[in-house]
């Protein structure tokens, strides 16, 4: 035992004075991330003693319904100097969200008086390839950062402008009934022709006209960085300054309806249950794609950042507030407001330990951070519980998780 504990401070030991040296003049390596969260269901839900899901209806009528989806992954490489630093990189990244409004939910919980009621439902999302610089160089006390940057929206689903599902109920039954109208735009053709009506697929051989499409879109990112005092730092970060739009021109329209007990059985909904007739239950029509050729303009999301790194006790304990707004984002028209902070500690440049909680675009998240520089390798490892909703954001109502790896001398 004694061994390992002396093997183990001789390593941390040789990995401090290792990661004490002059930071990485020549880097490169990768981030990867992804996360899911909704507003409902928690783990709890799904993985229990009774082994099935518990969904209750009477608080699933307080608010909506929702659920999100995100990945993000980039590679890069970076030179460093005293004052400078240049960089290359490219990645993806895409978010897609669904959403029913919590009317369906009261009516399943509450019950119809009316007998007739709507309710609303939405989807959307998008998936940008990008590629660009980022530069950094020190004025005086003042760091400036700028990153120009070329992205590509692979896939683009607007927010559609209305879905809804019509509830219809009786003395001893219920039926629904809605339809989906779904828009989906890419830089390439994703069907079998203009006009047509058929099998979805998607043209890879109309990526190399993509240069002379107009479907690449260019922004530039600026941040600048000031020392208010010896314990004060404060910056502005605008990420996604729109210069030129991307412009998509091939659009698929996918229109379905379903139904939840609409076929008119002389059967009771719980006689089917106990039937096993789930065809005679729910049924889904066959989704009709219709391929049309237009101008949709798109922008990556705007962001703005305003911050300060409060330091103390030292670099040990650094405490970094930060709040901002997000436009033109899948969600719609409507602006999201972003606010949070989080607390470093910093163990020399060996390690740095981080623990952070805020809302950022509609979501309530927490995140524990872990930094192992070992100068020449350099593992970055994340780990996040997050939803739409700030009680259900500690049940594990959704997780992320992300990594990344430096590599440099």
Not at 154 to 164: C, E, N, R
Not at 232 to 248: C, M, Q
Not at 323 to 331: A, C, D, E
Request: overall charge negative.
């Amino acid at each position: 035992m004694k061994k390992s504990i002396s093997l183990v401070l001789i390593v941390l030991g040789l990995g401090y004075l290792w990661a004490e040296k002059p930071r990485r003049y020549v880097e490169a390596g990768f981030t990867v991330a992804a996360g899911f969260a909704n507003n409902y269901l928690s783990y709890g839900d799904f993985f229990n003693d009774e082994h099935i899901i518990h969904i209750d209806f009477n608080a699933m009528g307080s608010y909506d319904f929702n659920l999100v989806s995100d990945v993000a992954a980039k590679t890069f490489f970076n030179v460093s100097g005293e004052r400078f630093s240049i960089g290359l990189f490219a990645g993806i990244e895409g978010m897609f969200y669904g959403n029913i409004s919590k009317q369906l939910f009261q009516l399943l919980s509450d019950g119809n008086t009316s007998r007739y009621s709507k309710a609303e439902f939405a989807f959307g999302g998008s998936l940008f390839a990008d590629t660009g610089m980022n530069l950094e160089t020190q004025l005086g006390k003042l760091r400036l950062r700028i990153s120009p940057a070329v992205f590509l929206p692979l896939v683009y689903i607007p927010k559609p402008k209305k879905m809804a599902l019509t509830v219809k109920t009786a003395e001893d039954t219920m039926s629904i009934t809605g339809n989906v109208v779904l828009d989906i735009y890419s830089p390439v053709k994703l069907g079998t022709g203009t006009g047509d009506v058929g099998a979805f697929s998607v043209d890879i051989d109309g990526f190399s006209k993509v240069l002379d499409s107009g479907a690449l879109g260019f922004d530039l990112t600026l941040g600048a960085e000031y020392p208010l005092a010896s314990i004060l730092d404060a910056g502005i970060l605008v990420s996604h300054i729109p210069v030129a739009l991307s412009r998509l021109t091939y659009q698929a329209q996918m229109k379905a309806d379903f139904g939840f007990n609409d076929q008119g059985s002389e059967m009771s909904l719980l006689d089917l249950l106990k039937e096993g007739k789930v065809d005679d239950i729910l049924h889904i029509g066959d989704p009709e794609l219709t391929f049309s050729r237009g101008v949709f303009y798109v922008s990556r999301p705007l962001r703005f950042d305003l911050y300060s790194r409060i330091k103390l006790i030292g670099n040990f304990l650094v405490l970094r507030p930060h709040g901002g707004i997000s436009l033109f984002t899948p969600y719609g028209d409507l602006p999201c407001f972003n606010a949070g902070i989080e607390g470093q500690i910093h163990i020399w440049r060996l390690l740095q330990v981080s623990l952070s909680s805020g809302y950022e675009e509609l979501l309530w998240k927490h995140q524990l951070g872990l930094i192992l520089n070992l100068r020449i390798l350099q593992f970055d490892l994340g780990v996040s519980t997050q939803s739409q909703e700030f009680t259900r954001s500690f049940a594990l109502s959704g997780l992320g998780v992300s990594l990344g790896v430096h590599i440099g001398f």
